[in-house]
């Protein structure tokens, strides 16, 4: 065989394999589509099919009227967007200090807040109800929020990130009259997009998916956020595997929708920064 026969055989192996995880990957969640669509008793046949019988809209129609879902998707919202903005605008605000000013105790603060990500999350559990309960923030917006409006490995690599920009690009902003909120929002914000999208979707994930936490705060059916809901599709006596799919695809759209959105400086910012 020629070298251009080979290099045709290898990339046709590629792509097929390309192919191959692809369909794995989708596979499942083309399940759960699919499935949102199907009527409770399609669940139970002896051999599953991929397509229901005919497409329902009945399970969504039910989630919001019947289950309250859209008072749980809008705590969600509520609690994720305000999550997801207090974290970037802490974490690049704390990795830019950490990375291009100097002052007493540095080292020491960024020791600990690198220390601080060797601690399991379940072992903050207590001392942060304790502290919420103190503050009479349980059962209350600012309980589920404020807990979680910043992140140490966001701050880790915010630092490492912004180390790399130049800072004699910072002194000729500064040179010429800036000021240093406007060198951090005209000059440092536009070279860190990538890393932007990265703690974005991070926290987005994260802060939509918490169950824990918003399980141990929230009382009232009022605050219920959307795990919190899902999980009251299923009980000892009842299990509607059809709403289930529903509420889980309705779910996905949010972090879907950011991750399309920032697709480009998600990427960008994965092959900078070295995460896997």
Do not use: C
């Not at 759960?32 to 969504?60: A, G, V």
């Not at 105790?105 to 960024?110: A, M, T």
């Not at 979680?148 to 040179?175: Q, V």
């Not at 599709?233 to 959105?261: E, H």
Request: glycine fraction near 4%.
């Amino acid at each position: 065989m020629t070298n251009k026969q080979n290099e045709l055989l290898k990339k046709a192996g590629l792509y097929l394999l390309l192919a191959v995880v692809t369909v794995i990957t989708a596979f499942p969640f083309l399940w759960m589509i699919l499935s949102s669509f199907k009527e409770s008793s399609e669940f139970y046949l002896l051999t599953p099919k991929l397509l229901p019988n005919s497409f329902q809209f009945d399970n969504f129609v039910e989630l919001f009227e019947k289950w309250s879902f859209g008072s749980y998707y809008k705590n969600s919202i509520i609690v994720t967007a305000v999550q997801v903005v207090a974290n970037i605008l802490i974490v690049l605000f704390a990795g830019y200090g950490f990375a291009k000013y100097d002052f007493k105790g540095k080292h020491v603060l960024f020791m600990i807040v690198l220390a601080s990500t060797m601690i399991p999350w379940v072992a903050t559990i207590i001392p942060l109800y304790i502290i919420t309960n103190s503050l009479h923030l349980i059962d209350t917006y600012m309980g589920l929020i404020i807990p979680g409006m910043a992140d140490a490995f966001s701050i880790f690599l915010a630092r490492n990130f912004m180390s790399t920009i130049p800072t004699p690009l910072l002194e000729a902003a500064r040179i010429d009259g800036a000021g240093e909120v406007k060198v951090f929002f005209r000059v440092v914000l536009p070279q860190v997009k990538p890393l932007i999208a990265v703690i974005a979707i991070q926290k987005m994930v994260s802060s939509w998916n918490a169950f824990q936490w918003p399980l141990l705060v929230v009382n009232s059916e009022e605050l219920r956020t959307l795990p919190l809901a899902m999980a009251k599709l299923s009980s000892q006596y009842y299990d509607s595997y059809n709403l289930k799919m529903a509420a889980a695809t309705l779910a996905i759209i949010p972090v879907l929708l950011l991750y399309i959105a920032f697709q480009k400086y998600f990427v960008e910012g994965i092959s900078l920064s070295g995460i896997k």
